[in-house]
């Protein structure tokens, strides 16, 4: 799985969007960009996953590339208990059956 | 989404003696389960990759005579930490799916050994 380079931390306001980028430039085309996050003390949680195009959900936008090098993960309205860090993960598979690698993750903090 | 219970969320126990962590799929079949170990403010290591109705699949480094793992059902894979030593207290977190869905993680196990 290609490597993902992402800030250690982040401040955020509340109600404001939260942006939060990552680097993938040695992704491969078959390659997905996942997003978990870990609030403090708790297992990982999935956010979004996408492969080429953008992505939405309930709970945040994927923004990649047209390269596919880079992503961003936007949370449009961040709370304070958006809190948590947050892992940018490649891999090549789709699916719950091939493991993750996660790295150090961006430290995202939301203040009031 | 798919639920993936973890229990107990917290242990303590004496160092010498042996834990048993659950981690059951609620809502779905797992044929596959991971394992994780988190220390202190370090990235989730993965441990092994737990194969339903056969041996466990182990990461370089970790003992797969320490960390026993038991993948006996489709909904339940349990992980023994025998001869826990302080060293081992860590938190402890699985994580499953639906195969051709993301991946859910249980909420993890504090373990602490004194």
């Known amino acids: 799985d290609a490597k993902t380079t992402q800030p250690p931390s982040m401040d955020c306001a509340e109600g404001r969007a939260a942006n939060l980028p990552c680097n993938h430039s040695t992704i491969s085309g078959n390659e997905y960009v996942y997003w978990y996050r870990q609030i403090h003390s708790q297992g990982p949680q999935y956010i979004i996953h996408?492969?080429?195009n953008n992505e939405t959900n309930e709970m945040a936008s994927l923004i990649i590339t047209e390269d596919r090098k880079s992503s961003t993960l936007i949370l449009p309205h961040a709370t304070l208990r958006d809190t948590a860090v947050y892992y940018c993960?490649?891999?090549?598979?789709?699916?719950?059956?091939?493991?993750?690698?996660f790295g150090k993750g961006t430290l995202l903090t939301v203040n009031p | 989404g798919a639920v993936v219970s973890q229990h107990p969320s917290r242990v303590i126990c004496k160092s010498g003696t042996s834990v048993k962590i659950e981690c059951r799929s609620l809502?779905?079949?797992?044929?596959?389960m991971f394992w994780y170990r988190q220390f202190p403010k370090k990235s989730l290591m993965l441990m092994a990759t737990s194969n339903e109705g056969s041996k466990a699949t182990y990461e370089q480094g970790v003992e797969k005579d320490k960390f026993l793992i038991n993948h006996a059902s489709l909904t339940l894979s349990t992980l023994t930490v025998t001869s826990a030593h302080p060293e081992d207290s860590s938190f402890y977190i699985c994580s499953g799916g639906q195969g051709d869905t993301e991946a859910f993680f249980g909420q993890g196990t504090r373990l602490t050994v004194v």
């Open positions: 809502d779905f079949q797992a044929t596959t």
């Open positions: 993960i490649v891999r090549h598979s789709g699916g719950s059956n091939y493991k993750l690698t």
């Open positions: 996408g492969l080429k």
